[in-house]
Nanobody, 125 residues
């Protein structure tokens, strides 16, 4: 069974930094892309950043320059480095993945929208 396991959330003061991690566990062929979304209090879930298997990244415009997404060489873990945190960054951060599998016949297929359980980030002023 495939799982996305997040870690690294917590309480931080304004201007501080946090690094989130998300690791894919289970039997997969490869990652098509992975990303981070967040949902603040009373808000809709929104894209934070995404990265694909060749390292191409995409960020929410409002977060460029403060947040950095990266992937490890094994391509099983992504990170979100968050700097200069603001109270409005307070949210539950969710990891999302579009994964590739190989069936018993040797054919590859993709399945999107795997989600982690979420990790709380709270920025206090």
């Amino acid at each position: 069974q495939v799982q996305l396991v997040e870690s690294g959330g917590g309480l931080v003061q304004v201007g501080g930094s946090l690094r989130l991690s998300c690791t894919v566990s289970g039997s997969i062929s490869s990652i098509n892309d992975m990303g981070w979304y967040r949902q603040g209090p009373g808000k809709q879930r929104e894209l934070v950043a995404k990265i694909n298997s060749i390292g191409r990244t995409n960020y929410a415009d409002s977060l460029k320059g403060r947040f950095t997404i990266s992937m490890d060489n094994a391509k099983t873990t992504i990170y979100l480095q968050m700097n200069s945190l603001k109270p409005e960054d307070t949210a539950v951060y969710y990891c999302n993945a579009d994964l590739q599998f190989r069936d018993s016949g040797g054919f590859y297929y993709s399945k999107p929208n795997y989600w982690g359980q979420g990790t709380q980030v709270t920025v206090s002023s």
